[in-house]
Protein backbone atom coordinates (compact mmCIF):
# COMPACT_ATOMS: atom_id res chain seq x y z
CA UNK A 1 0.00 0.00 0.00
CA UNK A 2 1.48 3.22 -1.14
CA UNK A 3 1.14 6.34 1.50
CA UNK A 4 0.93 9.92 0.27
CA UNK A 5 0.95 12.48 2.53
CA UNK A 6 0.69 16.85 1.78
CA UNK A 7 3.38 18.90 2.73
CA UNK A 8 3.70 22.74 2.67
CA UNK A 9 2.84 22.97 -0.62
CA UNK A 10 -0.83 21.59 -2.60
CA UNK A 11 1.12 18.54 -4.30
CA UNK A 12 0.99 15.14 -2.16
CA UNK A 13 4.42 13.25 -2.05
CA UNK A 14 4.36 9.95 -1.93
CA UNK A 15 7.86 9.19 0.61
CA UNK A 16 8.19 5.39 -0.72
CA UNK A 17 9.17 7.12 -4.17
CA UNK A 18 10.92 9.42 -3.44
CA UNK A 19 13.09 7.14 -1.05
CA UNK A 20 13.40 4.93 -4.25
CA UNK A 21 14.77 7.62 -6.42
CA UNK A 22 17.36 9.09 -3.91
CA UNK A 23 20.88 7.50 -3.11
CA UNK A 24 22.16 7.60 0.19
CA UNK A 25 24.08 10.35 0.55
CA UNK A 26 26.89 8.93 3.16
CA UNK A 27 28.58 5.63 4.73
CA UNK A 28 29.41 7.57 7.83
CA UNK A 29 27.70 9.80 10.12
CA UNK A 30 30.29 12.77 9.87
CA UNK A 31 29.72 13.02 6.39
CA UNK A 32 26.25 14.09 6.89
CA UNK A 33 25.19 17.53 6.21
CA UNK A 34 24.23 19.23 9.29
CA UNK A 35 21.63 22.43 10.41
CA UNK A 36 22.51 24.27 13.37
CA UNK A 37 20.14 24.64 16.54
CA UNK A 38 19.42 27.60 18.43
CA UNK A 39 18.68 27.84 22.44
CA UNK A 40 15.81 30.08 22.21
CA UNK A 41 13.15 28.71 23.53
CA UNK A 42 11.74 28.85 19.42
CA UNK A 43 9.77 26.03 17.71
CA UNK A 44 11.38 24.72 13.90
CA UNK A 45 10.16 22.66 11.80
CA UNK A 46 11.70 20.37 9.33
CA UNK A 47 9.87 18.30 6.63
CA UNK A 48 11.89 15.05 5.67
CA UNK A 49 11.26 13.80 2.79
CA UNK A 50 10.29 16.94 1.32
CA UNK A 51 12.44 19.91 1.80
CA UNK A 52 14.85 17.78 3.81
CA UNK A 53 15.81 14.91 1.50
CA UNK A 54 18.95 13.46 3.08
CA UNK A 55 19.02 10.03 2.86
CA UNK A 56 20.68 7.18 4.79
CA UNK A 57 20.72 3.68 5.35
CA UNK A 58 19.67 1.93 8.93
CA UNK A 59 19.72 -1.49 9.24
CA UNK A 60 20.00 -1.96 5.03
CA UNK A 61 17.07 0.04 4.85
CA UNK A 62 16.82 3.72 3.50
CA UNK A 63 15.57 6.18 6.01
CA UNK A 64 14.89 10.28 5.33
CA UNK A 65 17.57 12.01 8.05
CA UNK A 66 18.35 14.86 9.55
CA UNK A 67 21.13 15.92 11.57
CA UNK A 68 21.28 18.77 13.88
CA UNK A 69 23.79 20.43 15.53
CA UNK A 70 23.15 20.91 19.10
CA UNK A 71 24.44 24.65 20.99
CA UNK A 72 27.78 24.47 23.27
CA UNK A 73 26.85 23.49 26.91
CA UNK A 74 26.62 26.38 28.96
CA UNK A 75 23.90 25.00 31.38
CA UNK A 76 20.36 22.52 31.21
CA UNK A 77 18.15 22.26 28.77
CA UNK A 78 16.08 20.23 27.16
CA UNK A 79 14.61 19.14 23.83
CA UNK A 80 10.97 19.29 22.66
CA UNK A 81 10.23 16.91 19.57
CA UNK A 82 6.84 16.82 17.89
CA UNK A 83 5.97 14.52 14.67
CA UNK A 84 2.86 16.23 12.87
CA UNK A 85 0.33 14.04 11.41
CA UNK A 86 -0.63 15.31 7.99
CA UNK A 87 -3.58 13.90 6.07
CA UNK A 88 -3.57 10.52 9.02
CA UNK A 89 0.35 10.28 8.27
CA UNK A 90 3.05 10.70 11.01
CA UNK A 91 6.60 9.95 10.95
CA UNK A 92 7.78 7.77 13.92
CA UNK A 93 11.01 9.14 15.15
CA UNK A 94 14.35 7.92 16.45
CA UNK A 95 16.69 9.96 18.04
CA UNK A 96 20.59 9.55 18.13
CA UNK A 97 22.45 11.83 20.02
CA UNK A 98 26.36 11.95 18.87
CA UNK A 99 29.26 12.93 20.48
CA UNK A 100 31.90 15.18 19.30
CA UNK A 101 34.15 11.97 18.20
CA UNK A 102 30.51 10.97 15.90
CA UNK A 103 30.42 7.90 18.24
CA UNK A 104 26.72 7.10 19.47
CA UNK A 105 25.98 7.98 22.99
CA UNK A 106 22.20 7.67 23.39
CA UNK A 107 19.11 6.38 21.22
CA UNK A 108 15.60 6.81 21.66
CA UNK A 109 12.50 5.16 19.65
CA UNK A 110 9.02 4.96 19.50
CA UNK A 111 8.28 3.75 22.92
CA UNK A 112 9.92 6.86 24.21
CA UNK A 113 6.87 9.32 22.80
CA UNK A 114 4.01 9.44 23.68
CA UNK A 115 0.81 9.31 21.31
CA UNK A 116 -1.06 12.77 21.75
CA UNK A 117 -4.14 13.12 19.97
CA UNK A 118 -2.58 13.91 16.36
CA UNK A 119 1.37 13.76 16.60
CA UNK A 120 4.41 12.21 18.48
CA UNK A 121 6.06 14.19 21.12
CA UNK A 122 9.06 13.79 23.71
CA UNK A 123 10.79 15.74 26.01
CA UNK A 124 14.53 14.83 25.79
CA UNK A 125 16.44 16.28 28.54
CA UNK A 126 20.40 17.50 28.58
CA UNK A 127 22.22 18.13 31.90
CA UNK A 128 26.09 18.02 32.95
CA UNK A 129 26.01 14.43 31.48
CA UNK A 130 25.38 15.19 28.33
CA UNK A 131 26.97 17.94 28.16
CA UNK A 132 29.84 16.09 25.60
CA UNK A 133 26.59 15.01 22.79
CA UNK A 134 27.45 17.50 20.00
CA UNK A 135 24.43 16.53 17.04
CA UNK A 136 20.94 15.13 17.46
CA UNK A 137 20.40 12.67 14.16
CA UNK A 138 15.89 12.58 13.40
CA UNK A 139 15.24 9.07 11.37
CA UNK A 140 12.74 6.73 11.20
CA UNK A 141 11.99 4.38 13.68
CA UNK A 142 11.86 0.80 11.48
CA UNK A 143 10.63 -0.71 14.20
CA UNK A 144 7.48 1.05 14.17
CA UNK A 145 7.35 1.07 10.65
CA UNK A 146 3.59 -0.46 10.50
CA UNK A 147 2.59 1.00 13.42
CA UNK A 148 -0.72 2.59 13.73
CA UNK A 149 -3.07 5.00 16.36
CA UNK A 150 -6.14 5.61 16.85
CA UNK A 151 -7.66 9.13 17.46
CA UNK A 152 -10.93 11.27 18.35
CA UNK A 153 -11.81 13.44 15.28
CA UNK A 154 -14.27 14.73 17.34
CA UNK A 155 -14.93 18.89 17.48
CA UNK A 156 -16.64 20.17 20.87
CA UNK A 157 -18.99 22.55 20.38
CA UNK A 158 -20.05 24.45 23.00
CA UNK A 159 -23.84 26.34 23.49
CA UNK A 160 -24.17 29.35 26.01
CA UNK A 161 -28.01 29.73 27.67
CA UNK A 162 -29.37 32.73 28.85
CA UNK A 163 -29.15 31.14 32.32
CA UNK A 164 -25.91 31.13 32.57
CA UNK A 165 -25.53 27.46 31.44
CA UNK A 166 -23.43 25.75 29.17
CA UNK A 167 -23.49 22.36 27.07
CA UNK A 168 -21.00 20.84 25.23
CA UNK A 169 -21.64 18.08 22.03
CA UNK A 170 -19.17 16.64 19.95
CA UNK A 171 -19.64 16.01 16.05
CA UNK A 172 -17.00 14.42 13.93
CA UNK A 173 -15.61 11.12 12.80
CA UNK A 174 -14.34 8.92 15.78
CA UNK A 175 -12.64 6.30 13.63
CA UNK A 176 -9.40 8.49 12.64
CA UNK A 177 -6.16 6.38 12.32
CA UNK A 178 -3.12 7.53 12.08
CA UNK A 179 -0.36 5.90 10.01
CA UNK A 180 3.33 5.59 10.16
CA UNK A 181 5.03 7.10 7.49
CA UNK A 182 8.52 7.51 5.66
CA UNK A 183 8.81 10.92 5.84
CA UNK A 184 6.77 13.89 8.16
CA UNK A 185 7.12 17.47 9.47
CA UNK A 186 9.43 17.07 12.50
CA UNK A 187 9.26 20.75 15.08
CA UNK A 188 11.54 21.05 17.64
CA UNK A 189 12.33 23.82 20.30
CA UNK A 190 15.00 24.03 23.11
CA UNK A 191 14.47 25.63 25.96
CA UNK A 192 16.67 26.07 29.41
CA UNK A 193 15.58 25.37 32.11
CA UNK A 194 17.41 25.74 35.86
CA UNK A 195 17.66 22.31 38.32
CA UNK A 196 15.69 22.49 41.34
CA UNK A 197 18.14 21.20 44.14
CA UNK A 198 16.44 20.26 47.80
CA UNK A 199 18.39 23.35 49.05
CA UNK A 200 16.82 25.64 47.09
CA UNK A 201 13.48 24.52 48.05
CA UNK A 202 14.50 24.61 51.67
CA UNK A 203 15.33 28.55 50.61
CA UNK A 204 12.02 29.20 49.37
CA UNK A 205 10.23 27.88 52.44
Not at 54 to 79: C, H, M, Q, W
Request: hydrophobic residues 35%.
Amino acid sequence: MLLFVQGCNTTPINYNERLSQLAPCCSEIEEIPVEKLLLDGKARKFHLGDEYQTVIKDDGKRVFALKLELPNFSGPYSIKIKSLARHDIALVPKLTFIDGHNSVSRVFTSKDFIFNLSEYESTIFLNEEQKLERYLLISEDLSARLQTQHRLGVNVNTISTGTGMTFSYGTGDIKKTIHSGQGGEIEISLIEYKLTTLQDLQKNN
